[in-house]
């Protein structure tokens, strides 16, 4: 079944001129003033520094109160300074004091011992509150200079060091803020729109740049009609959408398309993810949406695109909400109001993306508000190579590369998984110091994409010849069981997880799979183990992947599309459009049914088994002989694999869609 795939372009660079205006603008006016601050900063440590420098204060020793009361009584005292109980002054004459050190912890009861001394004239000390009120007294007697300092004077110094923890916290707030509202991300700009805009100047994506998905780019003509002249539809009162939806898997174009169509029409484009209206703050989202939707009505005519809606658009009422309040609802609710709030004719038309549309809230799609679904499918063959030609326009190629044949090889890729093909090939050109990206190239780049990069393990003989046995017979039923997809290259070189791999390439696009079909599939991915249980007798745990697929595909089989005689055309599908996970939905049928459906998944397993171990028993020579080529090769195409096999080559169109199934 077929699904969507775009080719894509460069990203557009957002409209910055604008905004590095406004943000310049707000980081020049904070840039002035922190210059003055860093100029007086310098000048005040420097002055500092210099009257250090330059007017060294004298060194004072710090003496016990008697021993200056005994030298005030000697008369040796020349001027004291007084700030509280702490006194300051000079000795006429240099006095010499040692204090005495405190005894150590192993020696506590030993005498105290003496520092050095040391000789100053200048001194302190602190009167206790004990001392008697005689020491004005005596000063005077002893005809000493008393001086005194008013405590509110040095109280500023004191706040300074008491706040100036706090200040300097203060003042990097302060400037921390003014930086982030610069960026826009302020305290105060948190209900502000994040959206990315692209204006007409910078945006250079048009239908020109999107390949792949034409039945997507004619339902949004209109819509780029519409920007350009309103007037055309609006003269029959006829009314554009105000919200289109775009649906498809990851990769397939959607932003791209969202992008092209406002490069068309020539209008602003606001563009953000719906993961970036919600905040941990309550109403934070909802202002967000109400800031985006202003900005694009100042802007009309504008385009509004919403990327992965379903992060806020989910059903409300379901899953576990923690509190009254919850902010992904109350964002969704608001883009409710703001689309019915305003009129198509404004020029403002919201696009959105999603790969989950089930699990949409039915309120975003009633008429009105998103009342348009635009599928972007998976890209077909041509699609593909439309695709290619986009992203190799500036790949120099080799001449035996070709686009349509490189893209019968590569079925199921969306736009950016085919970007990536490009990319990885044109990389393993370069480390190769080619001139061109050969065939080759992208051959190893397929392989390396779609099961990992080649491992460099040494492998002992008994487990490379297992494996070989085991590609073998993968390789050997898609060319012997009717109606399978015919093989495309077998390898036993490691890579990724696997040991081995076989691809196949199926003759043309299918759009419906027959039941003959799908038991092709399962009896070919059972060809491994049935080969490996052949030869050795035995089987190993190489064959989990291929269990996984099996299982799987009979399961699909089973409970989808009504494969099974006894349980009859009934699907036993639980419906998804509720929103909740598997675990959490209701089983649709009986256990009874249940065990029935288990046991016609284990017969169609086991019948497509049996016919693998049959066709293999039967040409058991030329397993061993395909076996044989691919120790010695490692990796054969379908042309080689028949030449060993002695098979003529297939006849019919051209294949395409090769489909990768690790060994």
């Known amino acids: 079944m077929p699904i969507p795939s775009s080719a894509s372009g460069s990203p557009p660079a957002p ?47 710090t003496v016990p109160y008697t021993f200056f009361k005994h030298q005030v009584e000697l008369g040796n005292v020349a001027s004291v300074t007084s700030l509280g109980d702490a006194i300051e002054g000079t000795f006429k004459a240099k006095v010499s004091y040692a204090p005495r050190a405190a005894a150590s912890e ?61 200040l300097l916290l203060i003042a990097a707030f302060v400037w921390l803020s003014r930086r982030a509202a610069s960026a826009g991300s302020g305290l105060f700009n948190l209900g502000r729109s994040r959206a990315k805009r692209y204006g007409e100047e910078q945006q250079k994506v048009t239908f020109e740049d999107v390949a792949g998905i034409d039945e997507a780019e004619n339902e949004l003509i209109e819509i780029v009609d519409f920007l350009k002249n309103p007037a055309k539809y609006q003269r029959l009162g006829g009314t554009v959408p105000k919200g289109v939806l775009l649906v498809g898997a990851p990769g397939t ?90 009129d198509s004719r404004e020029g403002v038309i919201v696009l959105a993306a999603t790969n989950r549309a089930d699990v949409l809230d039915q309120a975003l799609l009633r008429p009105g508000r998103f009342d348009r679904r635009v599928v972007v499918q998976r890209p077909d063959r041509a699609g593909r190579a439309a695709i290619l030609e986009v992203h190799t326009k500036n790949v120099p190629l080799g001449a035996d590369v070709s686009l349509p044949t490189l893209a019968a090889e590569t079925p199921g890729l969306v736009g950016a998984e085919l970007r ?72 036993i070189v490691p890579r990724g997880m696997s040991l081995g791999a076989t691809s196949q390439l199926p003759v043309d696009d299918r759009t419906s799979y027959a039941e003959d079909y799908l038991r092709a599939r399962i009896t070919v991915a059972l060809g491994g183990r049935a080969a490996e249980k052949l030869v050795y007798g035995v089987v190993t745990t190489g064959a989990e992947n291929d269990l996984q697929q099996v299982t799987d595909l009979a399961r699909h089989m089973v409970l989808r599309w009504g494969m099974s005689e006894k349980l009859g055309p009934i699907s036993f599908v639980a419906p998804q459009d509720d929103g909740l996970p598997p675990a959490f939905q209701r089983q649709l049928y009986s256990e009874d049914t249940s065990t029935l459906i288990d046991a016609e998944i284990r017969r169609i397993v086991e019948v497509c088994h049996q016919e693998a171990d049959r066709l293999l ?18 990796s054969l195409n379908e042309k080689e694999i028949r030449a060993v096999i002695e098979l003529p080559a297939a006849d019919g169109p051209a294949p395409q869609n090769p489909q990768a199934a690790p060994g």
Do not use: C
């Open 617 to 634: 028993a039967a040409h058991r020579l030329q397993l061993d002989a395909l076996t044989q080529a691919l120790l010695k090769a490692e």
């Open 15 to 61: 409209d910055d001129p604008a905004k590095d205006r406004k943000d310049g603008g707000a980081r020049n006016t904070w840039l002035v003033p922190s210059r003055w601050w860093a100029v007086l900063m310098l000048v005040v440590v420097g002055n500092y520094v210099v009257s250090k420098l330059m007017f060294p204060e004298p060194s004072a020793i």
């Open 253 to 342: 174009g959607k932003t791209l398309l969202a992008r092209a169509v406002a490069g068309q029409a020539g209008v602003p484009f606001f563009s953000l993810a719906a993961s970036e209206f919600i905040e941990m703050i309550v109403g934070v989202g909802a202002s967000r949406v109400r800031d985006l939707f202003k900005m694009a009505r100042e802007a009309a005519p504008s385009i509004i695109f919403i990327d992965e809606l379903d992060a806020i658009g989910r059903t409300r009422g379901t899953g576990a909400q923690l509190g009254g309040h919850d902010e992904r609802e109350q964002t969704l609710n608001q883009i409710l109001t703001e689309m019915d709030g305003f």
């Open 420 to 491: 990536n093909l490009v990319n990885e090939a044109a990389l393993l050109a370069a480390r190769k110091d080619r001139d061109a990206v050969g065939a080759d190239d992208f051959a190893e780049a397929l392989e390396k994409i779609t099961l990992g990069p080649a491992r460099n393990i040494l492998l002992n003989p008994v487990e490379r010849e297992r494996t070989a046995y085991h590609e073998a017979g993968h390789a050997l039923l898609t060319l012997l069981v009717a109606g399978s997809d015919p093989v495309h290259r077998v390898s």
């Open 106 to 166: 192993e020696s506590a009861a030993s005498p105290a011992r003496e520092a050095q001394p040391r000789t100053s004239t200048h001194f302190k000390t602190q009167r206790p509150v004990f001392a008697d009120p005689g020491l004005e007294t005596l000063l005077g007697q002893k005809g000493v200079e008393i001086a005194a300092v008013d405590e509110n004077a040095s109280s500023w110094f004191r706040v300074l060091i008491g706040f100036g923890p706090t």
